[in-house]
């Protein structure tokens, strides 16, 4: 009964860490809607100036909201991948939404683009004082190729990933990322424990 009070723990964290995140723009998502691509390109730092956001969250008083865009014309052969203008370059983004609030715009959907009976165009790059805000759907595993140069550029600094929420996969990896730093000493610091406790029982039976 102890035995299992220990192992059952344990392989359902063994389970969360070789499982990929189903999450939506989840760095550990490695579908089409993942982010998993550009997390290998890109630091993620909760300081930085560059924030990427995934529908429904908000920051620096810019939200993402949850409705998708769809064009018609301007598209990848989905209209839910919809080709952008980024300062006279052409970006895709796939599922992507709205970017509401302040700031100079940096990349916008064409006119053709609508949102919920809205008619676009809308941004999916906003320029807010110091800090950039783009949308999670560029960065999408689905059109990493096509918007490599632009993922780059973006990523010459830190950037930081907000969403809405997650699943449990999605959380487990952020944690084991936070606590990638102290794992040495937590792996050491628990095969002591162990080899004390082992130890005692030895003992004991002798």
Not at 26 to 47: F, I, M, Q, R, W
Not at 96 to 106: D, E, N, R
Not at 113 to 121: D, Q, V
Not at 147 to 157: G, L
Request: with cysteine.
């Amino acid at each position: 009964m102890r035995r299992a009070l220990v192992i059952t723990p344990l392989l359902l964290l063994l389970l969360l860490h070789f499982t990929p995140s189903s999450t939506p723009f989840s760095p550990h998502n490695t579908g089409p809607l993942g982010l998993s691509e550009t997390a290998k390109v890109c630091k993620l730092a909760d300081n930085a100036n560059v924030v990427i956001l995934g529908p429904g969250a908000s920051a620096h008083g810019v939200k993402a909201a949850e409705t998708p865009i769809v064009d018609p014309f301007a598209n990848a052969g989905d209209p839910y991948v919809v080709i952008a203008n980024a300062g006279g370059r052409a970006v895709f983004a796939a599922n992507a939404t709205p970017l509401v609030g302040p700031g100079k715009a940096l990349v916008v959907t064409g006119p053709a683009s609508y949102a919920n009976a809205t008619l676009g165009p809308f941004a999916l790059g906003l320029a807010t004082g110091n800090v950039t805000v783009y949308h999670a759907s560029l960065f999408a595993n689905k059109v990493f190729e096509k918007n490599r140069q632009f993922i780059e550029q973006v990523c010459r600094e830190p950037v930081r990933l907000v969403l809405a929420g997650g699943d449990a996969a999605h959380y487990y990896h952020q944690l084991e990322e936070a606590a990638a730093p102290w794992a040495a000493a937590l792996a050491l610091a628990t095969i002591s424990l162990y080899l004390a406790v082992r130890g005692r029982q030895w003992r004991s039976v002798a």
